[in-house]
């Protein structure tokens, strides 16, 4: 049996960013990396292995970070634990002090009549899988997705690059249900422009064919005719592991784990997707997932596995996201004015559009939009949508800096940037102070003489 100070399970974002981060806060200590992947990949690169990358391999997560961090790596599943002893898939056992959950999150499958069919594919995590889809997208041209989420709406328009007939149905009344309609509609508008079919507020609910896909059937009762299905309907935490060595879960929502990502159980730690996630603004259960959380939790837990060195700056999840479709960036960060409606929250909504360049005949120039929402009584910045050029995507990172330190809508009125024509807005038009601008002069209008 080996013996080890720290144990990660998962190869994932969050588990590499943790082991780095231990190693360099207890460099003596001994650290192993166990996971079932002998070659893990980049999540957020996965929908742009079906074209823009040659191959899948040019997704790899490195591994070149741990061995420099003398991390051992183990490619094989932990089917249980005992007295902080792992049982491994290929008979070993190993020992740990502490030891850090990251087992990430498995696709959802809808249930839908027939998706055992072949040529019914999930957007999964797992090479081997990527590369059979990525086959048998090279032989076909009618496909369906199903979900005009991020990842949806990502593989669409990688799929529209290699000139297939593309079809993306989405339940919801628009794209990217996560921001507010006029950005999925605008996400809407360019895909139609590429050639994509675009249906809205339906559902599938059969698959077609005999033992092959051949349609789908809508929840309306029209059909639509294909040959391949991909589903991108979302992920849930990965539970198998934490389920095995009874740690405290709840069920589609991840590990319990306190402010410190500590389990039910003590010496284990739970960091990522497969960690329960709580909203920044309600404290209740969220069901992000993403990577730049996974791997801040990773630092975190990396640094305080044998004592609180890292004091936790804020305890939920505040969703910021990013994406380019076509030559759009789209971004959002905290809460939507969708959102907000639904909370009851009292906001005030700002809206800003300038060219990213100054003047506006720098090559390289793009149109962008920033909504902002303040909150009323408070002022303090709750949320912000953005889209545009590339500057969208630092920008969105700037803003979710000045929501986590609750600037309101006269810290950022007042805001010292730096500019220059072939990098920024100009400063008199600099769309997030702009945005500001506008909902300022609404809560200025609407106070008593």
Known sequence: MKNYDVVIVGGGPAGVTCAISAKNTYPD???????????????????????????????????????????????????????????????????FEKLVIATGSVTVMPPIEGTEKSGVFLVEKKRDYLENLKSEISTTEKIIILGGGYIGVEVADELLDLQKDITIVEMKDALIPTMDDEFGKKVETILLERGCKVITSKSIQKVLGNGKVSGVELNDGSVLSCDLLIVSCGYKPN?????????????????????????????????????????????????VMLASTAMAEGRLV?????????????QGVLGTFSTKIGNTVFAVCGITEKRAKEKSLDYTMGISTAIDRHPIKIPGATEVTVKLIFSTYSHTLLGAQIMGGDSVGEMINMISVMILNKMTDMDIDTLQIGTHPLL????????????????????YRYQPA
């Open 424 to 443: 920024t807005a100009s400063p008199i038009a600099y769309p997030v102070i702009n945005a500001t601008v506008d909902a300022i002069k609404k809560w």
């Open 239 to 287: 539970l198998e592991l934490a389920k095995k060595i009874n740690l405290v879960v709840e069920e589609g929502k991840g590990i319990l784990v306190d402010d410190y990502l500590r389990t039910s159980e003590k010496n284990i730690f739970a960091i990522g997707d497969c960690a329960a996630k709580y909203d920044y603004f309600t404290g209740e259960f969220s069901n």
């Open 302 to 314: 990396g640094s305080n596995l044998f004592s609180i060195k890292v004091i936790r700056k804020y």
């Open 29 to 95: 200590k001994k650290m192993a990396l166990i996971r079932k992947e002998s070659k893990p990949l980049i999540p957020c690169g996965i929908p742009y292995t079906l074209n823009t990358l040659k191959n899948i391999d040019d997704d790899l997560l490195p591994d070149n970070p741990l061995i420099a961090n003398n991390v051992e790596i183990t490619n094989a599943e932990v089917i249980g634990c005992s007295n902080q002893n792992l049982l491994l898939s290929t008979g070993n056992e190993i020992h």
